[in-house]
């Protein structure tokens, strides 16, 4: 794994992506992590991307010194005013995704898709985004992943709404707490701790949740805004959930907000809530629920089936919006089908169509009793169920977040049988992502 991730890192761009660029007179390149000017231009058209204001000198050092994991690519205007500053831009990484089962395979994530508005219009997202695909999948990466600020724009380049995510906000006077009263205690510690704390609880509940990737040290940072450019650190307070054992199981970070009109009516926002247990899960949430001057509690990336449904005594007191969040789009049919597990034994034939072209064609899956998933290329035997999808749907369906006979019933997948899909790609627990990259 070490090896692919520096491979993907220092891997050329695309020659098809260079040229498709060169004909608009556009530059391609890899911007070089040892040079502070490239990745300060990237920067910069990054931040100008998502509207915000120009990097400080401390966002740029900070920049520069800790975010070298990240490939970065920067598609450069020699006619603009600051040809340094690129007019789009692209970054991933290889990181583990769990699938159903908790196998991990390497993903490309991808983050930090910009196009300058002077320059819409011309194709350079489908440039690029064709072009780093075409990496990944030449390197042996399975399967691509995202998290998006704007849901319409991926589908078309085959990736799927894979594991959604719920925000809530809670009214503590109405919620009520009947859940279990954990038996270890909760503690403070400091954001320091908690940095260690979130690393360390993330990478332990990880493999047990499908749709998971494996935290940056860079994101780990910014959940506790332990970064040297972190903004309002002070603001944010961390408490531990310790097991009688004396095992740390659980960790939330949050802020609160006063309200001067009504001091008994502040607001708590979790910035994370980690829990790796069901004890520390309770704990943790019954802490939040039961602070004193607390009237309402927000909390976001969630899952579609979180167990405080189920522990405070007025569901109502609970507005739940449900948005899309984790997306994914598989590069190598065989082997992220061949690597989660499948909760019965069965054979279907999936015919793919890809608009990238890259898994276009007739695959047979076959799950035997044990949960193992084996996939073979071609168009299968006599009386096998055949599924006629796009990858977009199949990469949606993956983790079991959505359901065939939904996306049946929507148009979306075709097939005699939908119910008997379902049932081969379902799974007891939701898919999540609990952060955004």
Known sequence: MTDLIARHHDAPVDPDLIAALRARGLEGRREDDTDPAQVDGWLQAVFRGFLDAEPTALQRETSFARGGY???????????????VPVATFASWVADLTLPGGAVLPACAISAVTVAPTHRRRGLLRSMMGGELRTAAALGVPIAALTVSESGIYGRFGFGAAAPATSWRIDVRRAGWIGPVAPGRVDFVSRERARELVAELHERVRHGSAGEIRLSDDHADRKTRTRPD??????????????????????????????????????????????????????????????????????????????????????????????????????????????????????????????????????????????AGAVTAGAGADGDLTVRLGVTELSAIVLGGVSPVTLARAGRVHTDDPERVARLFAWPTAPRLSYWY
Not at 245 to 269: I, K, M, P
Request: hydrophobic share 45%.
């Open 230 to 371: 972190a903004e309002k650190a002070g603001e944010l307070r961390a408490v531990q959930y310790r097991s009688p054992a004396g095992e740390v199981d659980g960790v939330v970070v949050y802020s609160t907000q006063e309200n001067h009109d009504d001091f008994a009516a502040s607001t708590l926002r979790v910035a994370a809530l980690i829990a790796a247990t069901d004890e520390a899960y309770a704990g943790l949430w019954r802490y939040l629920l039961s602070m004193d001057l607390i009237g309402t509690v927000h909390a976001s990336e969630l899952s579609v089936d979180e167990p405080l449904w189920w522990m405070i005594a007025d569901q109502r007191a609970a507005r739940i919006t449900l948005r899309d969040h984790h997306y994914l789009r598989i590069l190598d049919v065989p082997a992220v089908l061949a690597a989660r597990r499948y909760d019965r034994a069965d054979r279907i034939v999936l015919d793919l169509e890809d608009p990238l072209g890259f898994t276009t064609g007739r695959y047979v899956l076959e799950a035997d009793a044990d949960g």
């Open 70 to 84: 990240r490939r970065k690519v920067g598609v450069h205007d020699p006619q603009a005013p600051q040809p340094e």
